[in-house]
């Protein structure tokens, strides 16, 4: 099959697996710290990161094997939706120290000069995530 015939075929869930991989992109420069936006990386941070790039890797090898057209790349998606939830769940219960210390207005165990990034990047993450999910209802055309 050629690419054009592939991306005719499977137009919205290419168009939605780039977005998310955009998104969990985004989110994954920011839990590897490699912008440099946190004096120290959280070790709860740990857990996302791998579920992240997991699902990173999920979402390439279910637009190859698309381009491909392998016969099983229908099932990927479910799992790069397990593994994304996953990722999201991760990061929010990495970043709650940090919220909770926000909400309530003190500085004891995280760093509320995060909270606005950590918001940020946890709206991309449910984006992604969003789409992921959206995804798994498209038909092939």
């Known amino acids: 099959m050629k690419f054009n015939e592939v991306f005719k075929a499977h137009k919205f869930a290419l168009i939605f697996q780039g977005v998310s991989f955009l998104l969990g992109l985004v989110a994954f420069l920011y839990t590897a710290n490699v912008l440099n936006l946190m004096k120290l990386v959280p070790e709860q941070y740990t857990p996302s990161f791998i579920f992240i790039i997991v699902t990173l890797l999920l979402q390439v090898g279910y637009v190859v094997m698309l381009i491909k057209n392998i016969k099983f790349a229908e099932y990927l998606k479910f799992?790069?939706?397990?593994?994304?939830?996953?990722?999201?769940?991760?990061?929010?219960t990495g970043s709650m120290l940090s919220i909770i210390d926000k909400i309530y207005n003190i500085v004891m165990w995280g760093?509320?000069?995060q909270f606005p990034a950590?918001?940020?990047f946890g709206a991309f993450?449910?984006?992604a995530e969003g789409l992921n999910i959206a995804t798994c209802f498209l038909k092939n055309e």
């Open 118 to 120: 950590i918001m940020v």
């Open 79 to 92: 799992l790069i939706v397990i593994f994304g939830a996953l990722g999201l769940s991760y990061f929010v």
């Open 111 to 113: 760093d509320i000069t």
């Open 125 to 127: 993450l449910l984006a």
